[in-house]
């Protein structure tokens, strides 16, 4: 049963697990193209928010909530790939932050294609942005990649395709712990 999150409001420093399904869309190297539902989950360290330059106190307007994440778990299947699984890149850190409701996020990722014998990375953090009304994001609040991302065979360290894109379509929240004050 997911959590309730209140709208335009700052939480406390806490650890989010979400679920979450993200559509992205892949082109590989004398392989093909397509987009692939990945559905699983992401887990947050959100740090307490930042109070803004100019204010006293922390505010949905002034305020910026940072959160690294530590974990991101997801898996579908494509006509064209077959399984994909996607994790976090542990070589490169992943973060995102809301201040008024703006997000952003880099997320380096590792995307395995077993049926292509295939274990990519991308070459620099997929950028994306959204407009939101809660930290963490839930529901349908769309957050989209800016660009596409290059993917590198994690072995050979060969261009092998792009992430052409990535459209988080849905998450809600699983579970929710406050760090120890």
């Given at each position: ?16 697990t979400t679920i979450i399904t993200i559509h992205e869309q892949y082109q590989v190297e004398g392989v093909g193209e397509d987009t ?118 994690r072995n050979t360290h060969r261009e092998m395709g792009t992430l052409q894109s990535a459209r988080v379509v849905w998450r809600e ?9």
């Amino acid at each position: 049963m997911p959590i309730e999150v209140r709208p335009r409001t700052l939480p406390a420093a806490g650890m989010d697990t979400t679920i979450i399904t993200i559509h992205e869309q892949y082109q590989v190297e004398g392989v093909g193209e397509d987009t692939v539902e990945l559905r699983g989950t992401l887990v947050a360290d959100r740090a307490a928010p930042l109070v803004g330059h100019g204010a006293e106190r922390a505010d949905w307007e002034n305020a910026t909530v940072v959160a690294r994440f530590t974990s991101l778990d997801l898996s579908g299947t494509s006509d064209v790939f077959g399984p994909v699984h996607a994790v976090l890149d542990p070589r490169t850190p992943s973060f995102g932050a809301v201040t008024a409701g703006r997000c952003a996020a880099a997320i380096s990722m590792v995307v395995s294609m077993p049926e292509q014998n295939l274990l990519l990375h991308t070459a620099e953090p997929v950028q994306l942005r959204s407009e939101v009304n809660t930290v963490p994001p839930i529901g349908d609040e769309q957050t989209v990649s800016i660009a596409p991302v290059t993917l590198v065979d994690r072995n050979t360290h060969r261009e092998m395709g792009t992430l052409q894109s990535a459209r988080v379509v849905w998450r809600e929240l699983a579970a929710q712990i406050p760090h120890a004050v």
